[in-house]
């Protein structure tokens, strides 16, 4: 209840951030996406870790009013980014009290309109748990997301429990390889083996595949030897503030 009563406060006092990962596309080196990812510098105990904060802001279902302010930050961002002349996407983690919300649609929907972003722009991120209980219901949930025109990602892929025959069912648009296949690349010849397999999946269901936790020259290499083009991870950058974005692009090099 205490942590609660803190996240609440958090909230209002606007002890929340944003940083912002880059996703790009490693035969340009363009800057083709940004991953939002949420932060929480408290007053007293200072930088809180999202892996402590969210399952509490998931159990309390206070995770529905901070996701809320999530959404809007990040197509707020995006949206000022296409306006200066840098479009980039912006992905969106949401997490599984979120997407059971009877609200999420409406809600998405009112997000859009008010910060101005087009709905191709904006990608949310989804995780196979989230799927894998009541798939019905997950697919329905799905198919009114995508009427929205956003596009639909499943994130961490290969660390969840999704049947393959029901991933083809899934209207699904991007497949994220979790960076715990990245990792070990190439000294693991499983990781690199379950990758490889990974991406060559995703095109055979004409899915785009995003690599995670890319660190190395090797990894990109490795990638891209097996189609796998759009990678994020601390090769390229770590996750941004929006100055720190902006500083960047008016100083190229
Ligand atoms: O930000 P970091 O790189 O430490 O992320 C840790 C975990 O927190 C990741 O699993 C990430 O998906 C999750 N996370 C970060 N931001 C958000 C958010 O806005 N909403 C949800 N649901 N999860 C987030
Ligand atoms: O679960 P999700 O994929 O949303 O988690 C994203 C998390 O991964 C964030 O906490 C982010 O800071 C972290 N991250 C991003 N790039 C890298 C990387 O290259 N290496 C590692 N170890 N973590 C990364
Ligand atoms: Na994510
Ligand atoms: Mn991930």
Redesign the pocket.
């Given at each position: 209840l205490y942590i609660e009563n803190e996240l609440r406060q958090a909230i209002k006092e606007g002890q929340f951030s944003l940083r912002y990962?880059p996703q790009i596309d490693s035969t340009t080196e363009q800057v083709v996406g940004y991953e939002a990812?949420v932060r929480w510098y408290h007053p007293e105990k200072g930088f809180i870790a999202p892996t402590k904060f969210i399952p509490i802001a998931e159990a309390t279902g206070m995770i529905v009013e901070l996701g809320a302010w999530v959404l809007r930050e990040a197509c707020q961002f995006s949206a000022r980014l296409r306006r200066s002349g840098r479009a980039a996407d912006i992905s969106v983690?949401l997490s599984a009290r979120q997407f059971k919300d009877v609200e999420l649609i409406e809600h998405i929907a009112t997000t859009l309109k008010e910060t101005g972003l087009s709905p191709q722009m904006l990608h949310l991120e989804l995780t196979e748990s989230m799927l894998m209980g009541d798939v019905e219901a997950a697919i329905e949930q799905l198919l009114e997301m995508k009427k929205l025109g956003v596009s639909l990602s499943i994130?961490?892929f290969g660390t969840g429990y999704s049947s393959l025959s029901y991933l083809k069912r899934f209207p699904v648009d991007v497949l994220k390889v979790d960076?715990s296949f990245v990792k070990d690349i190439p000294e693991d010849s499983n990781d690199m083996e379950i990758t490889a397999a990974i991406i060559a999946m995703a095109q055979k269901l004409s899915m785009k595949v995003i690599a995670?936790?890319?660190?190395t020259e090797e990894q990109v290499a490795f990638l891209q030897r097996n189609n796998c083009f759009i990678v994020?991870?601390?090769y390229y950058s770590a996750?941004l503030t929006e100055h720190e974005i902006l500083l960047q692009s008016q100083h190229p090099d």
């Open positions: 990962q990812l983690n994130d961490d960076r995670e936790g890319v660190e994020q991870g601390y996750p």
